[in-house]
């Protein structure tokens, strides 16, 4: 059954560890920001369940996805590649495949760190444009945007517009943290996901405000 | 210098971003969505004052209190009473404390009632 925000939600499929924190973090921004709603695996707790069940539930409850697959490589911390992103894309595609109707109707991107690296880890993928992000958040917040403003009728400002209302965000982060008590880098999701939604929320009242004040 | 119109609250969302030279879409619902261009800004001021007290349409699983939490926090930072955590809990801890005098006061009154001889009779 389609649920309420079906057409808002957005499906985040990337890794959450320390070091691709960042990115994860810009993209839930840039989704909110665009007006739209950001889910993933850490929203449930881990003590609910099987994982890959609460996974499958909200990807069944996403009209888009995001799936970023830069974080598979072999390094030293993890010898073996890592397989829950591409697991993830494929419940997502086959969802898509063999689903109801409005299932049919999903749509998604794939995000890799280099160009064409594809090409060697997932080659059934041909065809499908894998963009190239190069670890960095202003790159990913620009191809998000411009993604997400196509799915729409109405038009999403520029890119820049949204990069430089999350510079901003970044410069008010860490003072939110401290009145709340939070430590800022291992805020969970649940929490970050807060502030963004009421910082955002205030941005676009003091807009609005200024707009009449001029 | 020639001073310019006040917004009529009754102008179109459209209508006000091609006034003020924004880019189409800027202005936005208090949950995030396209503020659509025909709505007037007296409507969308009333929501905005309404999703004040942290009736915000986000993610599912997130709960109207910590939305509203990071909603007070956000509005203390962004009108200059920005205060580190350090202080909150302590005070709020001797208030508790505090305003609950009565608790103390119940005990010795009862004592008192059970001490106190039947039939009217005076102590010495």
């Not at chain 1, 994860?24 to 099987?50: M, P, Q, S, W």
């Not at chain 2, 609950?100 to 004592?111: C, E, L, N, Q, T």
Request: glycine residues 6%; contains cysteine.
């Amino acid at each position: 059954m389609k649920v309420k925000d079906y057409d808002r939600n957005v499906f985040i499929n990337c890794a959450f560890d320390s070091k691709f924190i960042d990115l994860f973090r810009a993209i839930v921004y840039t989704v909110h920001d665009c007006g739209f709603i950001a889910r993933c695996a850490l929203e449930k707790g881990n003590n609910e369940g099987v994982r890959i069940d609460k996974i499958v539930k909200i990807i069944e409850q996403c009209k888009y996805g995001i799936h970023d697959l830069s974080s598979i490589e072999i390094t030293a911390e993890s010898p073996l590649p890592r397989y829950n992103m591409p697991y993830e894309l494929g419940v997502f595609m086959g969802c898509k495949h063999f689903g109801e109707a409005f299932q049919t109707r999903k749509d998604f991107i794939v995000l890799d760190s280099e160009p064409h690296r594809y090409k060697q880890l997932i080659s059934d993928l041909a065809g499908y444009d894998f963009l190239p992000h190069q670890n960095n958040p202003n790159t990913l917040i620009a191809i998000i945007r411009d993604w997400l403003s196509g799915t729409r009728a109405k038009q999403l400002p520029g890119p820049k517009y949204y990069q430089e209302r999350y510079e901003r965000f970044l410069k008010d982060y860490p003072k939110l943290c401290q009145s709340l008590g939070y430590d800022a880098a291992t805020l969970n999701f649940k929490d970050y996901y807060a502030l963004v939604s009421a910082w955002i929320q205030e941005e676009n009242r003091k807009l609005l405000e200024s707009a009449i004040e001029e | 210098m020639a001073k310019s119109r006040k917004v009529r609250s009754d102008i179109r969302i459209g209508t006000l971003e091609k006034k003020l030279g924004l880019e189409p879409g800027s202005i936005r619902n208090p949950d995030g969505t396209d503020a659509r261009s025909n709505k007037k800004l007296e409507t969308l001021r009333k929501e905005f004052t309404k999703a004040k007290s942290g009736k915000i349409k986000t993610n599912p699983t997130i709960s109207t209190k910590s939305i509203s939490r990071a909603a007070k926090a956000v509005s203390e930072l962004s009108s200059g009473k920005f205060v580190a955590n350090k202080s909150k809990p302590a005070t709020k801890v001797v208030k508790a404390v505090t305003s609950k005098p009565k608790a103390k006061s119940s005990i010795p009154k009862k004592a008192k009632r059970a001490i106190k001889p039947k039939g009217g009779a005076k102590a010495k």
